[in-house]
T-cell receptor, first 114, second 113 residues
């Protein structure tokens, strides 16, 4: 079974600094998708970034980028120039290419310190 | 705004009761997914429907059921409610087939007293 592990329950970062959130996953598949979702205090789940496993280039969305290490089954999220609005719970998620179900990690709570 | 709508936003009920949560997917999306998020917990996948048919089932209790209607909206029915069913219930939609991204609704917060 696929599992997603986020080993950092809580992280903090100074405003304007950079922070990296870790995620590892377990799979025997060769093609799949990985995602980071953000859940602010409003509890809305917001897609931050996604990565297709067959693409070697790391995905980037403005201040958010990933470090995808396929062999190591690692998918970390880097937030640059952190802003107060980045404070949220961040969930890493995995989906098989030929599957339907998403597998979510347990989340990392990010605090941004002014 | 993801384009996925859920009603009601909040629901307070008593143990033993039955409630229905409603979800309307994004325009054009054929797949609907239901998740449960208990306090300070991750998301637990409950069930998926694609174009009216059940496609995948996760950790959904027998007291819970769902369906997707011809207009593609979906309902999650929770019966014989227990205190432990208090949670945030999310609906998500995707275009269907192997489209890879799910878009989440704002959730329904259920409190069972």
């Amino acid at each position: 079974a696929q599992t997603v592990t986020q080993s950092q329950p809580e992280m903090s970062v100074q405003e304007a600094e950079t922070v990296t959130l870790s995620c590892t996953y377990d799979t025997s598949e060769s093609d799949y998708y990985l995602f980071w979702y953000k859940q602010p205090p409003s509890r809305q789940m917001i897609l931050v970034i996604r990565q297709e496993a067959y693409k070697q280039q790391n995905a980037t969305e403005n201040r958010f980028s990933v470090n995808f290490q396929k062999a190591a089954k690692s998918f970390s999220l880097k937030i640059s120039d952190s802003q107060l609005g980045d404070a949220a719970m961040y969930f890493c998620a995995y989906r098989r290419k030929a599957g339907n179900q998403f597998y979510f990690g347990t989340g990392t709570s990010l605090t941004v310190i002014p | 705004d993801s384009g996925v709508t859920q009603t009601p936003k909040h629901l307070i009920t008593a143990t033993g009761q039955r409630v229905t949560l409603r979800c309307s997917p994004r325009s054009g999306d054929l797949s609907v997914y239901w998740y449960q998020q208990s306090l300070d917990q991750g998301l637990q996948f409950l069930i998926q429907y694609y174009n009216g048919e059940e496609r995948a089932k996760g950790n959904i209790l027998e007291r819970f059921s769902a369906q997707q209607f011809p207009d593609l909206h979906s309902e999650l029915n929770l019966s014989s409610l227990e205190l432990g069913d208090s949670a945030l219930y999310f609906c998500a939609s995707s275009a269907g087939g192997y489209q890879e991204t799910q878009y989440f609704g704002p959730g329904t917060r259920l409190l069972v007293l």
